[in-house]
C-alpha cells in the first residue's frame, strides 16, 4: 500500500512538472509573438518614414532584426550591378561598402545567393572558409546567412552572428530570420522600382538634350539656307520677269512652268521664316479689314498656269453678302495658296476643285475651303498631317514640299484663334477648311 502511494505521489509530481514546462514553452512562444510583432511594427514604420534615406532605412532594420534574434553583429548585403554583394547595413560600419562578387568560391553571403539556399554554421573553426585570424572577429563559432529572394531572383543577404547569452544559434533560428526576408524584400523591391524610374528619367533627359540639339542644328541651317537662297531667289524672279516680255508665244509656257517654280520655292523659303518666327513667339498677325471675294481671286495667280497644263478645272465658290473680317491678309493669303498648291499637288489630270468661303452656321466665324478629288487621306492622319514634316504621302510631284506647308498653314491659322481640318477618306477627295472669327 505504501509503494502505491509513492507511485501515486510521483505520476501527480510528475504530471505537475510537465504541465509546468508546458505553460513556460506556450509564454516563451507567445512572448516571442509578441516581440515578432512589434518588430514587424518598428520595421514597417521605418519603411514608411520619408526623412530617411535608402541606405538609413536598412540600417534601421538590421538593428530591429539583431535586436529580435538577440545577435551582436549581422549585416545586410544587396545584389548590385547584378553580379556584385554590396554591404549597405552593418553592425560593424568599417565592413560598409564592402563588395564581394556573387561567384566568390570562400563567400559564406555569395554561397546562400548563388544557392538561394539559408546557410547554417554550427561550428567555422572546423569550416574552411574561415581562417584564424577571420575567426578572430567573431564571440561565437555559429553564423547563419539567409538570401532575400523575390520570383526566383536574389536582391540581397542577411548576415548574422555572435548570439548573446549563453547559448549560440541554432539551425531553427533560419525560421527566425525567414520571418522578415519577406518584410525586406519589399524595400529592397522598392528601391529597384525606383531606381529604374531613375534610369528611365536619366535616359529621357539625354534623350530630350539631343533632341533640342538636333531642334537647334536643324534650325540653325534651315536659317542658313534661307538666308543663302534669298539672294538667288530674287535674281531668278527678277531676270524671268524681264524674259516674259519678250519670250514666244511657243515658249511662254517654259517660261511659266519656270516661274511657277520660283514662286514655289519663294513661298517655301517664306514657310521657313515664319513658321521659325511663330515658334519663337515673334510674330504676331498685322490685321487689316478685308473682304473675302478679292483674296480669294488673289490666291488664284499662282497656280492658274500650273492647274492649265494639268487639265485640273479651278471653281470659285463665294457666298454672297459675306461679311468683312480682320485679319493678317499676307499670311491667310498664303495659306490659301498653300492649300491649293497641296490639293493640286494631289490630283490626277480633268478634275476639279473647289473653293471658296462661306459663312458658318450659328458662329461669328467664316469658313474658307479648299475641296479636290484627290485620292484621299485615312483618317488616322487627318490629325498628324498638320504637324512639322508631317506628309500625307510619299508621292513624289513638283507641287508636294516637304511637310511644312500644313504645318505653316495651321500656326498662321492658330495665331488668328482660328481652327484648321481635314474631311476626308480614301478614294473620295479631301475637303481641307479653316475657320476665322469675325
Known sequence: MLLDSYDCCRQISTG????????????RD???????????????????????????????????????????????????????????AASRSEILGHEQTIDGERSVAA???RNQEPLFIKDISKDKRFDRMCRSSYKRNSLLSMPIL???????????????????????????????????????VQENLQQDLRRQQRTLRQRNQELKHQEGLRAELSRMLVHDLKGPLSEVVANLD??????????????????????????????????????DG?????????????????????????AKIKGVALILEVEPDLPQISLDRILVLR?????????????????????GCRRVSGKKQLEFYVQDQGPGIPASKH??????????????????????????????????????GVESEPGKGSRFYFRLPL
Not at 150 to 178: E, P, S
Not at 259 to 272: E, H
Request: hydrophobic share 45%; with cysteine; proline share 2%.
Open 16 to 27: 505537475k512538472g510537465a504541465a509546468v514546462k508546458g505553460a513556460q514553452k506556450e509564454l
Open 30 to 88: 507567445q512572448d516571442l509573438a509578441n516581440r515578432l510583432l512589434d518588430s514587424f511594427s518598428l520595421i514597417a514604420g521605418v519603411i514608411n518614414t520619408p526623412r530617411l534615406d535608402y541606405h538609413a532605412r536598412l540600417g534601421r532594420i538590421l538593428e530591429v532584426i539583431l535586436d529580435y534574434l538577440r545577435v551582436e553583429q549581422g549585416s545586410l548585403m544587396v545584389l548590385e550591378r547584378k553580379k556584385y554583394l554590396v554591404v549597405r
Open 111 to 113: 554561397w546562400a545567393a
Open 150 to 188: 523575390h520570383k526566383g531572383k536574389v536582391l540581397g543577404v542577411i548576415n548574422v552572428t555572435d548570439k548573446i547569452g549563453d547559448r549560440d544559434l541554432l539551425k531553427q533560428d533560419i525560421t527566425r530570420l525567414f520571418d522578415f526576408s519577406s518584410i525586406i524584400l519589399s524595400l529592397l
Open 242 to 279: 524681264i524674259l516674259s516680255y519678250s519670250v514666244s508665244e511657243e515658249n511662254r509656257e517654259f517660261l511659266e512652268s519656270a516661274q511657277m517654280g520660283c514662286d514655289r520655292a519663294v513661298r517655301m523659303v517664306s514657310n521657313l521664316v515664319t513658321i521659325g518666327k511663330i515658334e
Open 282 to 306: 515673334k510674330l504676331a498677325p498685322i490685321k487689316e479689314i478685308v473682304t473675302p471675294d478679292p483674296m480669294l481671286a488673289e490666291s488664284l495667280s499662282s497656280i492658274k498656269g500650273m
Open 335 to 355: 495659306v490659301l495658296q498653300n492649300l491649293l498648291t497641296n490639293a493640286l499637288g494631289y490630283c490626277a489630270g480633268n478634275t476639279t476643285i473647289r473653293f
Open 383 to 420: 490629325r498628324t498631317i498638320f504637324e512639322k514634316y508631317a506628309r500625307i504621302s510619299n508621292k513624289q510631284d513638283a507641287l508636294v514640299g516637304t511637310g511644312l506647308g500644313l504645318y505653316f498653314c495651321r500656326l498662321a491659322v492658330e495665331i488668328h484663334r482660328g481652327r484648321i
